[in-house]
């Protein structure tokens, strides 16, 4: 084994320690804490603000596209809760755009 | 026996639900996989992040860095930095968790990614599943995920352009859809607002992962600010 495979396996191994151990604490971490009524709310919070936090900037750069299929994604929601089918709408509409702008 | 019945097709129903997301995490992991093809890569250096990091964005992080191996400590702090998001969806999975032993929380946890998660917490809005339906979606990417990332690394170049239809769009747009089924009330509205509000700006200033972590909990401490008033 030579050097280089030597460095990849050290940073394989500390990249995986450091992604688990990302993952379980957070759960482990928040059992002990969860019976406060505003840790609660906090941790009730996380999962759409996270998923927000993630798409908005994305979605912004995509400019009206993007926005417009944020717009479709919601009515096709609220009119089938079909997750498949919003998302054929929202990458459909920004297929198109790219492909005609 | 009915409890194993049901155990078992929480899974499967698991697997199931994540099916649609997987066409993205396909693209997305051959992707990964030419990329590992042309940046020589060697295939059971693919398999064990597949395997022991199964997180595709700081994968693509470590893959992009290769040619300055050397440099461990920035690569694997890169790598973590981006991966921080995971401490926060560990925490959100805490009622999940809530009836299961130390050993179901320390084996479920590692196969947790974005999809199966956010799959499984709007789910879990609906339907009482159990950990096992997490585990299945994990389970169901990670197959996915792996034979993308392999059929990327031999045919590379299948997928020419994947940003040409949109495949790049498709996490987005599941995750939107996902996020509306959350909603519940008008009480939701502002601290959503502002998480959005936060992870655009922070993005636009300093780039990187972090806006993903800071929208987050910028939106859920103003959603604590606002309904904590009820607990006092």
């Not at chain 1, 379980?24 to 002990?32: A, I, V």
């Not at chain 1, 996380?46 to 998923?51: G, S, Y």
């Not at chain 2, 097709?9 to 693209?27: M, Q, R, Y």
């Not at chain 2, 709007?122 to 034979?147: D, V």
């Amino acid at each position: 084994m030579n050097n280089y495979e030597l460095y990849a396996l050290i940073i394989i191994l500390f990249v995986s320690i450091g992604t688990y151990g990302l993952r379980l604490s957070g759960l482990l971490l928040s059992d002990k804490i969860s019976n406060d009524g505003k840790i609660r709310i906090f941790l009730d919070y996380l999962p759409p603000t996270l998923l927000l936090s993630f798409v908005t900037p994305v979605v912004l750069r995509e400019g009206l596209a993007g926005i417009l299929a944020i717009f479709l994604i919601a009515i096709c929601m609220h009119k089938t809760k079909n997750i498949f089918l919003s998302m054929i709408v929202g990458v459909v509409t920004v297929a198109i755009s790219r492909n005609l702008f | 026996m009915n409890v194993n019945i049901n155990i078992s097709s929480d899974f499967i129903n698991g697997a199931k639900a994540n099916t649609p997301i997987g066409l993205s995490v396909f693209a997305y992991g051959a992707v990964l996989g030419m990329i590992c093809a042309q940046k020589g890569v060697e295939i059971y250096q693919l398999t064990l992040m597949n395997v022991f990091i199964f997180a595709g964005t700081s994968q693509f992080i470590i893959v992009d860095m290769w040619n300055n191996i050397s440099e461990i400590f920035t690569i694997v702090a890169a790598a973590l930095l981006l991966n921080l998001r995971y401490f926060l969806i560990g925490a959100s999975l805490n009622r999940l968790f809530k009836k299961s032993s130390m050993k179901d929380k320390f084996i479920y946890m590692h196969l947790v990614a974005d999809e199966n998660w956010a799959v499984t917490i709007e789910r879990s809005k609906h339907e009482n599943i159990t950990p096992l339906f997490l585990f299945g979606g994990g389970i169901c990417l990670f197959t996915i995920w792996s034979t993308g990332t392999y059929l990327g690394y031999i045919f590379g170049g299948f997928i020419n352009d994947p940003s040409k239809y949109a495949l790049d769009f498709a996490f987005i747009a599941i995750f939107t859809a996902l996020c509306f089924n959350l909603y519940q009330d008008k009480r939701n509205l502002i601290p959503w607002l502002f998480a959005a509000l936060i992870a655009y700006i922070s993005e636009y200033f300093f780039g990187g992962n972090l806006y993903i972590v800071l929208g987050a909990i910028a939106g859920s401490l103003v959603g604590v600010v606002l309904e904590a008033k009820k607990y006092e």
